[in-house]
């Protein structure tokens, strides 16, 4: 790891919140459940997202989609992401959310997925720095906890409103913006364009969390460097490596460098990883969705195909404990 960068790592307040750092979970579909929030907080993240639950199905008070929302035992801070198109919608999500103890609560207004811009919500939202605004003051209108916006560049090249967008939020009561600097029509290719970031924070007096490309700690300390910003919202960087916010926050506070993690503490955290699912959505569904978990906790390791290959067939955890067990004496 590269030389260390003292004073990086710092508590950020937001609006009446206090986070005791600024290495956070970011929001991730499919991904940022409680099991693996519980397994970042351990691992160092000062607060974790959810992934972005539908407002119009909380409204709607869908039980699955309510079971997105619940907490790990040791997650102090929690922030809720919710999709929504229209102002009445994400007022009655937020008034359905609040009694479930969210510390922050984010609307997205990034997500490409087809689905979700079919039904006008995510990034469609950056056609309309107004209707960002009077969203935002809907879910204000609900609650005094803090409120904050997850945007990208813009919907395209062309039409870059990330500043416009943020602006009409934080009028409308949001305290606290992330960007991802990409647009919508980029989804995740190409690089994150960071010098956004710094524009937004340059532009902004609330906490700029800032996301994208952070595969690394040295990334992390880098993006802060550059750009400025208060905190860094890892995403694809952490899966099957949530050691990376320790590591990160070691870099941040310019601590001696963490020694590399051999295989055999890779694999117990994937193992720990797996028993907190089971706990949450009983051990057949948390045997198939920790496929994909395992294959990022296994990515780089000797022989780690060979081990892929054998868990896609587990579906107890007897059989991933013997599928591991036989990786490691070997
Ligand atoms: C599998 C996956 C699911 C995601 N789901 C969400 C989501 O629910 N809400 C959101 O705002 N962003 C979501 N994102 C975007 C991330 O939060 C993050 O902004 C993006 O991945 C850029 O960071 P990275 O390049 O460090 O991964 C998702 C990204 C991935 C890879």
Redesign the pocket.
């Known amino acids: 790891m590269d030389s260390p960068k003292p004073g990086l790592f710092h508590p950020i307040r937001v609006s009446s919140l206090d986070v005791p750092g600024n290495v956070w979970l970011?929001?991730?579909?499919?991904?940022s459940d409680a099991a693996f929030r519980s397994v970042c907080v351990r691992h160092g993240a000062s607060l974790c997202f959810t992934?972005?639950v539908s407002a119009d199905a909380l409204a709607r008070n869908n039980a699955t989609t309510l079971c997105l929302l619940r907490k790990a035992s040791n997650e102090k801070l929690t922030g809720f992401?919710i999709f929504a198109s229209a102002p009445t919608m994400a007022a009655a999500a937020v008034r359905r959310i609040v009694p479930l103890g969210p510390a922050i609560i984010d609307l997205?207004c990034?997500?490409s997925v087809p689905k979700v811009l079919k039904a006008d919500c995510g990034a469609v939202l950056l056609r309309s720095p107004v209707l960002v605004g009077s969203i935002v003051a809907a879910m204000k209108s609900e609650t005094d906890l803090p409120l904050s916006v997850?945007l990208r560049l813009g919907w395209d090249s062309s039409s870059l409103t990330y500043l416009q967008c943020a602006d009409a939020a934080i009028k409308a009561g949001a305290s606290l913006v992330t960007l991802?600097p990409r647009t919508r029509a980029q989804a995740?290719s190409g690089t994150?364009l960071w010098e956004h970031i710094r524009a937004l924070k340059q532009a902004v007096t609330v906490p700029v969390m800032g996301?994208?490309?952070?595969?690394t700690a040295k990334n992390c300390a880098d993006m802060l460097t550059r750009t400025g910003c208060d905190g860094v919202?890892?995403?694809?960087?952490c899966l099957g490596n949530p050691f990376i916010f320790a590591q990160t926050v070691e870099l941040l506070s310019g601590s001696a460098a963490a020694a590399r993690l051999d295989a055999g503490e890779r694999l117990s955290t994937a193992m720990q990883h797996l028993r907190m699912l089971a706990e949450s959505v009983g051990e057949p569904k948390a045997c198939r969705d920790m496929r994909k978990h395992f294959v990022a906790y296994t990515k780089g390791l000797v022989g780690g195909s060979l081990l892929r290959q054998s868990v896609v067939q587990a579906e107890s955890i007897g059989e991933y404990e013997e599928i591991v067990e036989s990786y490691l004496r070997e």
């Open positions: 970011a929001p991730m579909a499919g991904y992934e972005m992401q997205n990034g997500c997850k991802h995740f994150a996301s994208g490309d952070l595969f919202m890892l995403a694809r960087g």
